[in-house]
C-alpha cells in the first residue's frame, strides 16, 4: 500500500516537473484520420493497429486481424564522424535508407531512443508515399544508465524520475505532440509530426548488467507486487521486475491520452534471460533473470511480447553447454542457438516473443568463438549474409513474432572489449574505423572510409593517377622502382613497382615499419642485415599463410597487456627485451583466463591471429570481391592496405601510436610524426636479400622513405550496400511473412 502510494505521488511530481520542461502540451487524442492507416477501436475509443493475440502479433488491414510477423532492421542514430548522442542523420539520409530498408524485404524499423524530429518526419512522408507498403517502427526509450550506475539501483528516485521523464517525452515525440529542451547527448526540439499510426510498439530499456539487477533485488526485500491501472508485477516478481511493470504502467497512461494502445515490451538479453544455463562458465552470466511473465497487462488490450537480444557467440554456453547440444539444423549440424531459441519459446507460453537482435558482423577482427563458424567477427560480408541469413531462417522455424537484425549501418564509434584498451583517446574513436573492432562493423549498409572504393587493391596502378594525396617514394633499394603510399580513416595503402615480376612462390617481400625509438633491429627475416633503428612492426607479402602483419615481441601490446599486466597470456621473458629479434604473429584475445569462484570451472587464456592479409580483390564488381582483401599482385605490381591498429596506432586521426610503456595497468601511446616504411625482398632459393646494404654496416634508416599525415578531426566515407544486403533480401523475401517455414 505504501509503496503503492509512493508510486501515485512520484508520477505526480513529474508530471509537475515536466510541465516546467515544455510548458505542458495538452495531450489530445489523435485518430488515425489524414493518413493512409486503418485502424481498430475499441469500445473506450482507443485506436489500436497492432495487437497480440496468443503467441502471436496480429495487424489490422481494415478489415480483420492478420498474422504479422516482424522482420526488419535496427537503425542506429549516427553516421561516421559522430557520437550517437549527436543525432546528425539528415532527412535526405533517412529517405534514402527507408527506401532500401523496404526494397531489403523489411517491414520494421527499430530504433533505441528518441531521435530528432526529423526521423519522425521523414518516416511518416515516406509512408504517405508508400500507402501499401509502409515502414511500420519499434519506438525505444534509453534507459538512464548513468544514473543506474551512479546509484547501483534502479528503484532508487534518481533513477525512476529520469526514466519517466524520458518516457514521457517519447510518447511525445512518437505523437508530434512535445517540445524537448536542449540536454546534451539527447534528441531535443519541437515535434510535430504524428507518427504514432505507423508504431508496431514500444520496447523500453536496454541491456541489463546483471551485477545492477541483483543489487536492486537485494536493496528492496519483501516488495509488494506493483499494481498499477494498466500494467502490473505478479506474484512472485522480483523488485527489478516491478521496476519494469512500473515503467510500461506510465508509458501506458500517457499513452492512452494520446488515443492509442500499442503492443508493450522490454529490452532484454541473455544474460539476464529467465533460464538457466548449467553449462556456462562465466557465473555473472547466470547470476539473475528478468523474467517477462513476471508482468502482465490489465485493461490493455494491445498486449505484451518479449524482446530478447539473441546472438549465437554470447555467453559462453552457446559453446559449452552440453544440455543444448541436442537440436539439430536443416543442414543435419548440432545447432546450440536453435535449441537455445525452443527453450526460450518454450518459457514464454501465449506471449510473443520477438529477437530484436541477432546476426554478425563482416570485420577482420574477432571478439568471440563459436560453433558452426558463427563467430562474432572475422568474416567477409558473403559470410555475415549467408549467417544472417541462416540464424533468420531459425528464429521463424522456432515460431517467434519477429527478427530484428542487428544492424543497418556501421557504427564508427563502437568499441569492443579485446581492442577497447588500445583505442585512444576514447572520445576519437568516431573519426577512424578499426576494422579489428568488430562491434563498428554489424551493418548491412557499409560506411567504408574514404579510399575503400576509389582505389580498388586489385594489383593495378591505373586509379592510384587519380589520387591527390598520395606520396610517391624513391625506397633507395635495388629492385624497387617507386613505391606510393596514401591513406584514408582505416588504412594505410602501399602499391610498389618492382624492375621485374613478383612471384610470392619464389620471394617474399617484406615492408618494415618504424614509428618510434625501440623494436627490432635485427631479425631472422633481415638475414645478416642490422638496422640503425628498430622496426615495431613487419608486414610480410608471400604465400596464403605467410601473408601477414607481425609485431615486434617486446612491443606486442596484446602479450603486454593479457600478460604482463594481468598475468593471463603466457610471456617469454627474453622475448620482452629490445630488440628480441623475433616477429610475433598479430594476435587478439578472445578468452580471458576464468578460475574458480568466478567461473564454475577453469578456462584457460586463447588468442588468435589477427594480422593475416587475405590476397584477392576489393572491387565489388568482381565475382572475386572479398570485404576482407588486404592485398593482390600483377607483373611487377604488388599493392596493399594494411589497418592501422595492425601497424600500432591508437589514433591515427591525432598522430598517436601506441609505446612500449605500461603505467597504472594500463597501455600507454604517444604522437608520432609519421611511419618510416624499409622494404626488401628475399629470394627464396638463394635466401639473398634485395636492399638493405651488403650487411656490412647497420643500415640508416633515414634514407629510407616516411610516410607523413596531417591530423583530422572530420572524415568522409563510402556508404554502399554490402554483399550482405543482397543475401539477407533474398533470406526475407524467401520467409514471405514468416509463415511459410513455420
Do not use: C
Not at 509512493?6 to 508530471?15: D, E, G, N, Y
Not at 528478468?290 to 494491445?302: F, G, L, S, T
Not at 574477432?366 to 560480408?381: C, V
Not at 515460431?399 to 579485446?418: C, S, V
Request: net charge negative.
Amino acid at each position: 500500500m505504501k509503496r503503492n502510494i509512493k508510486l501515485r505521488v512520484s508520477l505526480t511530481i513529474v508530471i509537475a516537473l515536466l510541465i516546467g520542461y515544455f510548458g505542458w502540451q495538452h495531450f489530445r487524442p489523435l485518430s488515425a484520420e489524414g493518413t493512409h492507416v486503418r485502424s481498430a477501436k475499441l469500445n473506450n475509443g482507443m485506436n489500436v493497429k497492432f495487437r497480440t493475440q496468443g503467441d502471436q502479433i496480429e495487424l489490422y488491414d481494415g478489415q480483420e486481424w492478420q498474422s504479422f510477423f516482424a522482420k526488419g532492421v535496427n537503425v542506429g542514430a549516427t553516421v561516421p564522424g559522430h557520437d550517437p548522442g549527436e543525432l546528425n542523420i539528415d532527412k535526405k539520409t533517412f529517405m534514402r535508407w527507408f527506401s532500401q530498408i523496404q526494397e531489403l524485404g523489411a517491414n520494421v524499423i527499430r530504433i533505441y531512443t528518441i531521435h530528432e524530429p526529423v526521423f519522425y518526419e521523414a518516416l511518416v512522408e515516406f509512408n504517405e508515399a508508400h500507402p501499401d507498403s509502409p515502414l511500420y517502427f519499434i519506438q525505444g526509450v534509453w534507459s538512464p544508465e548513468s544514473q543506474m550506475i551512479k546509484t547501483h539501483d534502479a528503484l532508487s528516485p534518481l533513477v525512476t524520475k529520469e526514466f519517466k521523464k524520458e518516457i514521457i517525452y517519447a510518447v511525445g515525440a512518437v505523437y508530434g505532440d512535445v517540445n524537448i529542451p536542449e540536454e546534451t547527448g539527447k534528441a531535443q526540439g519541437r515535434y510535430k509530426t504524428n507518427a504514432g499510426p505507423y508504431l508496431l510498439g514500444w520496447s523500453i530499456g536496454t541491456e541489463w548488467d546483471p551485477v545492477l539487477v541483483q543489487a536492486t533485488d537485494k536493496a528492496h526485500p519483501g516488495m509488494e507486487p506493483f499494481k498499477g491501472d494498466y500494467f502490473r508485477a505478479k506474484a512472485g516478481a522480483t523488485p527489478f521486475e516491478n521496476m519494469l511493470a512500473e515503467m510500461l504502467d506510465t508509458l501506458a497512461a500517457f499513452e492512452t491520452k494520446q488515443g492509442w494502445q500499442h503492443p508493450y515490451a522490454f529490452t532484454n538479453w541473455v544474460s539476464t534471460d529467465p533460464l538457466e544455463h548449467p553449462g556456462e562458465i562465466d557465473r555473472a552470466e547466470d547470476l539473475v533473470s528478468v523474467d517477462p511473465m513476471h508482468i502482465e497487462p490489465v485493461n490493455w488490450q494491445a498486449g505484451y511480447f518479449a524482446s530478447f537480444h539473441a546472438y549465437p557467440y554470447y555467453p559462453e554456453f552457446f559453446r559449452s553447454d552440453e544440455t543444448i547440444k541436442n537440436v539439430k539444423n536443416d543442414k543435419g549440424e548440432i545447432d546450440t542457438y536453435k535449441a537455445y531459441l525452443r527453450l526460450l519459446k518454450e518459457h514464454h507460453k501465449d506471449v510473443p516473443i520477438m529477437v530484436t537482435e541477432y546476426g554478425v558482423p563482416a570485420s577482420l577482427g574477432i571478439g568471440h568463438i563459436t560453433g558452426l563458424g558463427r563467430n562474432q567477427g572475422g568474416h567477409t560480408e558473403e559470410e555475415q549474409g549467408n549467417i544472417d541469413a541462416d540464424l533468420l531462417r531459425e528464429i521463424v522455424q522456432e515460431n517467434y513474432a519477429g527478427a530484428i537484425l542487428f544492424m543497418w549501418q556501421d557504427e564508427w564509434f563502437k568499441r569492443t572489449w579485446n581492442t577497447q584498451d588500445f583505442e585512444q583517446p576514447v572520445d576519437r574513436r568516431k573519426y577512424w574505423l578499426n576494422v579489428l573492432t568488430n562491434e563498428k562493423l554489424f551493418g548491412l549498409v557499409g560506411m567504408y572510409s574514404s579510399k575503400d572504393g576509389p582505389l580498388l587493391i586489385d594489383g593495378k596502378l591505373d586509379d592510384w593517377e587519380k589520387i591527390k594525396d598520395k606520396k610517391k617514394f624513391d625506397p633507395g633499394v635495388p629492385g624497387w622502382k617507386t613505391m606510393w603510399v596514401t591513406h584514408d580513416e582505416a588504412y594505410v595503402y602501399i602499391a610498389a613497382e618492382l624492375d621485374q615480376t613478383f612471384d610470392p612462390e619464389k620471394q617474399i617481400m617484406y615492408i618494415g615499419a618504424d614509428t618510434m625509438e625501440g623494436g627490432n633491429r635485427h631479425a631472422k627475416e633481415l638475414g645478416d642485415r642490422t638496422l640503425g633503428e628498430g622496426l615495431e612492426t613487419l608486414v610480410t607479402i608471400g604465400k596464403t599463410l605467410e601473408s601477414e602483419v607481425r609485431i615486434a615481441s617486446n612491443y606486442d601490446f596484446t602479450t603486454r597487456l593479457w600478460g604482463t599486466i594481468n598475468g593471463m597470456a603466457p610471456v617469454e621473458e627474453e622475448e620482452m627485451r629490445d630488440d628480441s629479434g623475433v616477429f610475433k604473429p598479430w594476435r587478439l584475445i578472445v578468452d580471458m583466463e576464468f578460475s574458480p569462484p568466478a567461473a564454475k570451472i577453469y578456462r584457460p587464456y586463447k588468442d588468435l591471429p589477427a594480422g593475416q592479409l587475405k590476397r584477392g580483390t576489393t572491387d565489388p564488381s568482381s565475382p572475386d570481391y572479398n570485404s576482407l582483401t588486404m592485398w593482390q599482385a600483377q607483373g611487377n605490381v604488388v599493392e596493399m592496405r594494411i589497418p592501422w591498429m595492425l601497424l600500432g596506432f591508437a589514433d591515427p586521426s591525432s598522430l598517436r601510436a601506441v609505446n612500449y610503456v605500461e603505467k597504472d595497468g594500463k597501455i600507454q601511446n604517444q604522437k608520432v610524426d609519421g611511419i618510416r616504411l624499409v622494404p626488401w625482398i628475399v629470394d627464396r632459393a638463394t635466401n639473398q636479400v634485395t636492399g638493405l646494404g651488403d650487411g656490412s654496416a647497420p643500415v640508416d634508416l633515414s634514407k629510407m622513405p616516411k610516410y607523413k599525415w596531417k591530423p583530422w578531426n572530420s572524415v568522409q566515407y563510402e556508404e554502399r550496400l554490402k554483399q550482405s544486403y543482397y543475401i539477407m533480401q533474398k533470406a526475407f523475401q524467401d520467409i514471405g511473412d514468416g509463415s511459410q517455414t513455420k
